[in-house]
């Protein structure tokens, strides 16, 4: 029989015994609401005591307390003290993987620990190479999202993951997104364009990523030691805080660059992990400086910011020399095919020997083409999160001009021998409202070399002689008689809007107006602070917030920002860039909203608000290369109908109806309904007329769930479920060199764009809803959109469409 030092000796051996490990976030003990984490570790477990050490190996507590049952049932998310610590458990233990390694180094290393630790408590000591590196997550833990595997020499697998408490609220597409952008940036130069539609979570995908690739784990380099996040300055505190709240525990590496000084102390890190955050505009300030640092990855939110191939923006960015780059936006595609290569070339320059083998494979080799592109970008829609939205109604609405507005219109016209630029922004004021113009000319006036007075003299003439500065009447334009209509049926209903518009000029003429009815607002423009934007954003967003209305600018505020607090949007007048109206419309429909959402897009009929949606529309369709679907089959507009933006058609209710030649007559149905319709009347031997009692509504005999633009995509090419389509089956780029005119903005008008076909694609508007006020179905579309008691006697066309059901 062992004798009694022997049973001792027994005892203690099992005690020192490992029966599991876990990986575990860490902190001091606090009373605080959201807990700050220090970092990672891993919490190792023995019958009678625990053990917590740092993912390097240092002892940072341990306790006794706990039973071996209390220990091995923890879950991921279980939380427990360990002496003056905090820990949650980030992963379940892995008993195969502890079998697998044996035990024994582990035992003896902790056993001599354990020694030691009697002698001095305060002592800290570091685990030899040979201790087990527990998985990341386990192989069936259903919120697993590991990114890579390697095994070491020793035979260790060692894992790169997302950290569990970000993967578990991750969906299934930003999973695959996080992969994605793994893949094209484990390596050095390697380069991805992530290209989702707003509202997908681009933000998140990119945290995810982030923090697992500056993860050190035992023994191990991380992926990553530098990265530098340049986003618009509106979004700099949303970055920072999106970082808080997915990934508290790297709160000591973020750096907010917010001045030159900052810069100054980013390079005297330059040894130190960092996760930096910058303005473009500080980076083309200081990017010379900052050259010194080595960046392992550079990010670039909203990157069509860096769309111009020869701009200085884009020549400041590759000075940084980084190793990685990754690029993030929802419209990469906004004017022409340049630009997208401009993007594309920044993130991977090798893919592509020049712009010309770009282009040439675009419209040759359109298969070639997209497995290259499928190398660097990737782009999902809305679509991949339409179980989890509530409906979107699009409305356009076109609004009579006012009488003044058309005798100024017509007026203006002897003006074109002038800059055309300076009439097509005078034109775009008049029709938001005559006494924007008036205002605008009479500073200008003022200001003006004196051989340019004449020029204004002339121009102020076409108001009528009792115009003056103190004119300002709703019933003097038509979108802002319907504006107010609007306005005042949401604030009966409760419900809280976004009011957008791309003039600063015009959106103090609406907070005016909007004061004046005694409305509560709240604004963002250029000239709100960075720090303030959120603040006021989040003020907005409180359920508990009565600020009814919230005045936006297109280009300054519409670019990240969550607006989710309403689910009502007026998109006051609209930018030759489809893109900056996208992204401003794009506020209010995404992840966090859980009301339908209304969107109305005000157009002055039969003026240069309609030239430039229809240009929108062309613009739109280069995104066809972007989705990769099939082009072929879509109604077209000629050059020559969008070229003519200077003339007045005050007879139409709605010129874009009048050239789709569509022959619904304005009654609201989609195409497959009118071809049912024509077989019956074509049976009948009688004239096409849609014939209400034979055809069947969208609203008609459907129950809620159904899809009501199904059967527009189902009689329609390209429909919604082809988006992804790895093809192109037909597109062709006009090699012309017509001469490109700027306005302030740098969007490109009045011209061919390069690269776009001859004719402007107009198939996507064939989706939607026609209404005229002239038929009854006009009424039934206002009880649809809760706007029954809502006059609309200055409408005079209105195109409606349904998504997300």
């Known amino acids: 029989m062992p004798d009694d030092d022997d049973d001792a000796d027994t005892m203690v051996s099992q005690d020192e015994e490992i029966h599991c490990c876990y990986e575990v976030l860490y902190g001091k003990i606090s009373s605080r609401r959201h807990k700050r984490w220090q970092g990672d570790g891993l919490l190792y477990c023995r019958k009678r005591s625990t053990i917590l050490l740092t993912e390097d190996g240092e002892e940072v507590a341990r306790t006794s307390g706990y039973s071996f049952k209390q220990l091995r049932e923890l879950k ?27 035990k ?182 200081t990017a010379a400086k900052l050259s010194v640092v080595s960046v392992d990855l550079l990010v670039c939110d ?59 494979l675009c419209e040759m080799e359109s298969t070639r083409f997209n497995e290259l ?82 020029f204004y003299n002339a121009f102020l003439q076409s108001f009528p002689n009792t115009f003056n ?54 604004r963002l423009d250029g000239s709100t602070e960075a720090k303030k934007r959120m603040e006021i954003v989040e003020e907005f967003n409180s359920l508990s917030n009565k600020n009814y209305a919230f005045l936006l600018s297109a280009k300054a505020g519409g670019l990240g920002l969550n607006l989710v607090g309403a689910n009502r949007m007026i998109l006051f007048d609209s930018d030759w860039n489809p893109a900056v109206d996208m992204q401003a419309m794009a506020r209010i429909w995404r992840q966090g909203q859980e009301k339908p959402c209304h969107i109305f897009r005000l157009i002055t009929a039969g003026t240069v608000d309609e030239k430039i949606l229809q240009r929108q529309i062309k613009k739109s369709s280069l995104n066809t290369i972007v989705e990769m679907v099939p082009v072929e089959s879509l109604t077209h507009f000629s050059d020559e109908e969008l070229q003519d933006v200077f003339t007045l058609r005050d007879d139409a209710e709605c010129e874009t109806h009048f050239l789709l030649e569509c022959q619904c007559d304005g009654r609201g149905f989609l195409p497959e309904e009118l071809e049912v319709d024509q077989e019956i009347s074509s049976d009948e031997n009688s004239a096409f007329y849609p014939d209400v009692e034979h055809v069947t509504t969208y609203s008609e005999g459907m129950d809620e769930n159904y899809d009501h633009t199904s059967v527009a995509e189902d009689s329609l090419q390209p429909s919604l479920n082809s988006l992804m389509q790895n093809c192109i089956d037909t597109i062709h780029f006009a090699s012309t060199t017509n001469e490109v005119h700027e306005d302030d903005a740098g969007n490109k008008i009045l011209g061919d764009e390069a690269a776009l076909s001859s004719s402007a694609l107009m198939g996507t508007l064939m989706r939607w809803q026609h209404h005229s006020p002239k038929h009854d179905q006009f009424e039934s579309l206002k009880a649809e959109a809760d706007l029954e008691e809502c006059c609309l006697d200055e409408v005079s066309f209105i195109m409606k469409l349904v998504s997300n059901f």
């Open 76 to 102: 991921v998310g279980s939380q427990l003290k360990v002496s003056n610590y905090e820990v949650e458990v980030q992963n379940e233990p892995n008993p195969q993987k502890l079998a697998e390694f044996g």
């Open 104 to 285: 024994q180094p582990i035992v003896a290393e902790l056993a001599g620990s354990s020694a030691a630790h009697g002698e001095s408590s305060k002592k800290k000591r570091r685990i030899t190479d040979q201790i087990f590196i527990s998985p990341l997550f386990g192989r069936d833990n259903p919120l697993d999202l590991v990114l890579d595997e390697t095994k070491d020499d020793d035979g260790f697998v060692r894992r790169i993951a997302v950290d569990v408490q970000i993967a578990r609220h991750l969906r299934p597409h930003q999973k695959d997104g996080v992969a994605f952008m793994y893949r094209c940036l484990k390596n050095s130069h390697g380069g991805a364009l992530l290209a989702d539609e707003m509202g997908l979570g681009k933000t998140v995908q990119t945290i995810s990523l982030i923090t697992a690739l500056v993860k050190k784990r035992l023994n191990q380099k991380p992926i990553i030691r530098k990265c530098i996040i340049v986003v618009p300055t509106s979004l700099l505190n949303n970055w920072y805080a999106e970082f808080m709240r997915w990934s508290p525990q790297t709160q000591t590496m973020l750096f907010r660059i917010l001045k030159s000084t900052d810069v100054k102390k980013l390079i005297s890190y330059r040894n130190t992990s960092m996760i930096a955050i910058v303005s473009y505009e500080m980076i083309a300030r």
């Open 302 to 360: 909203e990157a069509h910011r860096i769309k111009n191939l020869n701009g200085r923006l884009r020549e400041q960015l590759q000075i940084l020399h980084a190793q990685r780059r990754l690029l993030l936006t929802g419209t990469p595609m906004q004017n022409d095919l340049e630009e997208f290569y401009s993007l594309v070339n920044f993130a991977r320059p090798d893919l592509f020997i020049s712009f010309l083998e770009f282009k040439n």
């Open 373 to 454: 592109l499928s190398e660097v970008m990737l782009r999902r829609t809305a679509e991949v999160i339409h179980d989890l939205l509530p409906p979107k109604i699009d409305y356009i609405v076109w609004c009579r001009p006012s009488a003044l507005q058309c005798s100024i219109y017509k007026n203006l016209k002897k003006f074109l021998p002038y800059d055309h630029l300076t009439l097509i922004d005078a034109l775009r004021k008049l029709c938001n409202h005559p006494f924007l113009l008036y205002q605008s000319m009479v500073v200008k006036r003022q200001t003006c070399k004196v051989e340019e007075r004449e």
């Open 469 to 522: 500065a103190f004119s300002l009447s709703t019933t003097d334009s038509g979108k802002l008689n319907v504006f107010v209509e609007l306005l005042a049926t949401f604030r009966e209903q409760e419900e809280k809007v976004v009011i957008v518009s791309n003039f600063t000029q015009t959106l103090d003429l609406l907070e005016e107006l909007c004061r004046t009815l005694y409305y509560t607002i709240l």
